[in-house]
């Protein structure tokens, strides 16, 4: 256990996540929450097998270690023509040998499932994790975006440390049993032991090369992937192949490539010189104590017994040796991993809101901002600049302007997904910074732009939008009519049963528009939302059959005016939006227009002026 002891304190240049210096538990604190992840989350994920993975591991390295103990006895009773004591000698071996044999095995054969068990675990606290962080700044900081895909990529050693740490305490019982043998015959041969010390911190300092190497690259690695699944996936064949681009790309990935690989290799070299030097300082002592037992045998100061028991112990060193140094070099990683785990943890629960209030049963006066300002993490661009700006409620409001004036930015900011820099957002006069975020975010139901294509059966793909009811067939039916993809499911060979996508077998792959009628229909699962927000929810459709569905919202968004709900609807068409009580014209980030369809038209100013230019691009179009 002294390898993990000293690599929770190595340097945090070699070792911490760079993202690390945020927090700093005391050392003991540290190394009891690493305990709990390397150790701890072994018998949380599975108790049985890891106590049995444990106990036969332990008692199977005792016994494996011992069984030279009957070589000696047997050949000096053989010298002695003492059949009894060669018949102990000859059962020792064979009783010991054979347990150890079994006992590791089972250990073995309970590591690898123990290991798939502990595995998905991780994996499930990990995304628990990242979900449970409210907003989406963390998405776009790339010191934390690193931090995740190396926890992501490095969460299998974690799951493999209660293996780890069972092979160190396992390490450790062959030294103390061997260290007693080989002090009861000569006591200066427990130098070679200790020589091992050598070949240990060199294998630790080639991981520690080989690490920081990983940590250095880890950018060029995910860039390298990024470029793969471009040249691979079918989502980018079109645009590869049109504009001719696919060598471009393999060119880079092979320059981006080479460069990965040159590092590495250096690293990997300086790593091996390391080692050898370890293991060069180890050989000599192994030779040396050989070749003064041979002499001490001659002088008859040791028995024949002692001297095969010794060279049995002492070859069986350097393969103890060689496992134990790659086991402290697999649990030094382990242990990186772990602390970016912890600070995962530590990171989340700082992210955690702070709001406790409760989220009203139905809208009053409806969602204000207040001279409310934004800003991305790591930007000085005000992306949103004093927006001043009522959503009455049980209104239907539309929120337009050119690509780029703010409009997904602004529904960013009504749903939790980012706080204001500036100003406030309030709900019936409750700044939404106070409310319970989780509980009005399942008051909000949203279908974006970039909606995701769940590759699962409809009918999931659909039920994702209210997760209770994922399974009740009624409310499905309901939310695919809102949706007005009633003659869609029907085309579908199994109904909402069907599943959908290409990534399994039998799947049935759907056009832009059907996928975003799957996406509305997702988005209909919930019956009383307070706020309805579809974000340019219809960009693969034409814009007739927009129009069609934002009037099919707007009869919606009636039905539900009793509980003061709020449809917003985001769309840079401005034909499709005349029937909204509100519309807000956005520009540069700034509220520059409000009112109906019929004051903003006879106001002639920007509102106008756009409407008036789309209306006669489609007239030019129709002729």
Request: a neutral charge; hydrophobic letters at 45%.
């Amino acid at each position: 256990m002294s390898s993990s002891a000293e690599a929770v304190t190595e340097s945090p240049s070699t070792t911490e996540p760079p993202a690390a210096s945020r927090f700093e538990p005391s050392r003991r604190r540290l190394r009891r929450r690493l305990f709990g992840v390397l150790i701890g989350s072994g018998f949380r994920a599975a108790p049985g097998m890891m106590t049995a993975s444990v106990v036969m591991g332990l008692l199977g390295t005792a016994a494996s270690v011992s069984y030279p103990i009957g070589y000696r006895v047997l050949v000096d009773a053989a010298l002695r023509h003492d059949a009894a004591r060669v018949a102990l000698g000859a059962a020792v071996v064979a009783v010991l040998f054979a347990a150890g044999w079994v006992l590791q095995n089972l250990a073995v054969a309970q590591g690898s499932p123990l290991t798939d068990t502990v595995n998905v675990y991780h994996a499930e606290r990990i995304a628990t994790l990242v979900n449970d962080i409210p907003g989406l700044e963390h998405f776009e900081d790339p010191e934390v975006l690193r931090e995740i895909e190396q926890l992501r990529d490095g969460r299998r050693g974690i799951a493999a440390a209660p293996r780890q740490i069972t092979g160190m305490a396992s390490n450790a019982i062959r030294v103390v049993i061997t260290a007693v043998l080989l002090a009861g015959v000569y006591l200066p041969v427990l130098l070679v032991p200790l020589a091992a010390v050598a070949p240990a911190l060199a294998a630790r300092r080639a991981s520690r090369i080989a690490k920081q190497n990983e940590t250095d690259l880890a950018d060029d690695r995910r860039l390298l992937g990024d470029l793969f699944t471009i040249a691979t996936s079918a989502d980018t064949a079109k645009e590869l192949r049109t504009y001719g681009i696919a060598d471009d790309l393999a060119a880079r990935h092979h320059e981006i490539g080479d460069a990965v690989r040159e590092s590495s290799v250096s690293a990997a070299l300086r790593g091996a010189a390391w080692e050898a030097a370890g293991w060069l300082f180890y050989a000599a002592f192994f030779i040396t104590a050989i070749i003064v037992l041979v002499l001490r045998a001659a002088h008859g100061q040791v028995s024949a017994g002692e001297i095969v028991m010794v060279v049995s112990l002492l070859r069986r060193v350097q393969t103890q040796l060689s496992t134990a140094s790659d086991t402290a070099g697999s649990l030094a990683n382990s242990i990186r991993n772990a602390r970016r785990l912890l600070w995962l943890e530590e990171y989340a629960a700082r992210q955690r809101p702070a709001g406790t209030e409760p989220v009203p049963a139905t809208l009053r006066a409806g969602i204000r901002l207040d001279g409310t300002g934004f800003a991305y993490p790591g930007s000085d661009k005000q992306v949103l600049s004093d927006v001043t700006l009522t959503l009455p409620a049980g209104s239907t409001v539309a929120l337009v302007g050119e690509n780029g004036a703010g409009k997904t930015t602004l529904v960013k900011l009504l749903t939790g997904m980012y706080a204001p820099s500036r100003g406030r957002v309030l709900v019936d006069d409750t700044d939404l910074a106070a409310l319970d975020l989780a509980a009005w975010r399942g008051r909000v139901t949203a279908t974006f732009q970039d909606f995701v294509r769940f590759q699962t059966p409809a009918r999931q793909a659909v039920g994702l939008g209210d997760p209770p009811r994922i399974d009740d067939r009624p409310a499905l039916a309901a939310a695919v009519e809102r949706a007005e993809a009633t003659a869609l499911v029907a085309q579908l060979a199994d109904g909402l049963d069907t599943q959908l996508g290409r990534y399994f077998a039998g799947g049935r792959e759907l056009s832009g528009g059907q996928w975003q009628r799957i996406a509305l229909a997702r988005g209909q699962m919930r019956e009383q939302p307070l706020l309805t927000v579809l974000d340019e929810p219809t960009a693969a459709l034409d814009a007739v059959t927009e129009a069609a569905v934002f009037d099919r919202h707007v009869k919606i968004a009636a039905e539900r005016r009793h509980q003061g709900a709020i449809t917003l609807f985001v769309s840079h068409r401005f034909s499709t939006v005349r029937a909204a009580d509100l519309i807000v014209v956005l520009d540069g980030g700034r509220v520059v227009e409000t009112g109906s369809h019929e004051e903003l038209m006879a106001a002639g100013g920007h509102y106008a002026q756009l409407y008036t230019l789309q209306a006669r691009g489609y007239l030019d179009d129709a002729k």
